[in-house]
């Protein structure tokens, strides 16, 4: 019985089906079959990452030992080459935030503290490079107000500089 309706349900059916292969819905949920589904391929992407940094990682570690055996048969600092046994470990290990504290806690002991020649030494060196770098940015600098923030950090870098390499 037709009804007035001009299509029967089967043709309606097919072209609603038509309808979406043509125009796909973006706000459709994804079902609990499409999560499980797609899980694997998000772990198996995370996996991948994972052992792509791992085996960076490990190219370093080997980079830096050979830097260490040069440094040890060219008689370089062994607080350098500490830091750099530091680095390695820290690499091996995932916790990228033991450096920074360990290299801190170093040069406040055995530069600061015991007044160590070859921790000043590398302080110098650190506060050098950073005081280049205030220098440089300085030079780029067009806003008045970051301009005299620079210009503190120069003078405060200089008179860390001053007083380390009185020690020295």
Known sequence: MNRGF???????AAQQAGKAESEPNTNKKKSS?????EAPRT???????????????????????KEILKG???????AILFLKAVKAMTLCTGNKAEYGIIE???????GTGLHD??????????????LDRLKKALAEVDN?????????AIQAHQKQLERLTDKV
Request: no cysteine; charged share 25%.
């Open 6 to 12: 001009s299509m029967t349900l089967e043709e309606y």
């Open 33 to 37: 079959l499409e999560w499980e589904q």
């Open 43 to 65: 772990a198996q992407a995370q996996a991948i990452e994972v052992y792509k940094e791992h085996q960076e990682n490990i190219h370093k570690v080997g980079q830096i030992n």
């Open 72 to 78: 040890l048969q060219s008689g370089e600092n062994l």
């Open 104 to 110: 801190s806690t170093l040069l406040a002991v055995y």
């Open 117 to 130: 020649k070859e921790v000043v030494l590398i302080s110098i060196d650190a506060i050098q490079s950073r």
């Open 144 to 152: 008045s107000n970051e301009r005299s923030r620079i210009e503190q």
